[in-house]
């Protein structure tokens, strides 16, 4: 009998323990229940893995992944012959490397470290937009040659173009929010 009354109370001292664990005023909710809890807190105090930036920083890195996938650009030109235009897919060209580096935008929203966050934000963003602004600047140059409005803008480069401003804007606002504030009397 004593050695039942023991395990009782070896459970009674384990359940005080983890209540008294859990009472803190930490995020301390496990498992797929505790995600939105954890970016909540993240959001506010940059607790565990996540930080101010990781909502921002998985909506771009998603919109950059989608955006590798869908046309980027449509040729007008050939719906005579064709009876449809022509749509270049952004894996036909610079949606591999938008479609990469949607990834590493992605994973940063995962990382605790202030400085590699930034980078996984800003780095994409720049790329990413670089490489829309290289596409327009083809599509109006292309357009200008041949039958204005014979090249037109896909979705796909429109929500890459999106996903670069929402990474950078991410980028800047975790570079802000990390600087110190200034003295007041100075």
């Known amino acids: 009998m004593q050695v039942i009354t023991d395990v009782h109370h070896a459970r009674q001292m384990t359940m005080t323990t983890t209540a008294k664990r859990t009472s803190t005023p930490e995020v301390t909710d496990r498992g797929i229940a505790g995600i939105a809890a954890r970016l909540r807190e993240g959001s506010r105090r940059g607790f565990g893995v996540f930080h101010p930036g990781s909502w921002s920083m998985l909506i771009g890195g998603m919109m950059m992944i989608v955006s590798a996938f869908l046309p980027w650009v449509y040729v007008m030109v050939v719906q005579e012959i064709m009876g449809e235009p022509f749509a270049l897919r952004g894996t036909d060209g610079p949606g591999v490397i938008t479609l990469s580096v949607g990834c590493l935008a ?38 200008a040659q041949t039958q204005w409005g014979s090249f037109m803008p896909g979705m796909g480069l429109v929500l890459a173009a999106g996903g670069a401003v929402v990474l950078m804007r991410a980028a800047w606002t975790m570079h802000k929010q990390g600087r110190p504030a200034p003295a007041a009397g100075a």
């Open 106 to 143: 992605f994973a940063g929203a995962f990382i605790p470290k202030r400085k590699l966050a930034i980078a996984h934000a800003a780095v994409p963003g720049l790329v990413v937009g670089a490489i829309a602004a290289l596409q327009v600047w083809n599509i109006l140059a292309a357009s």
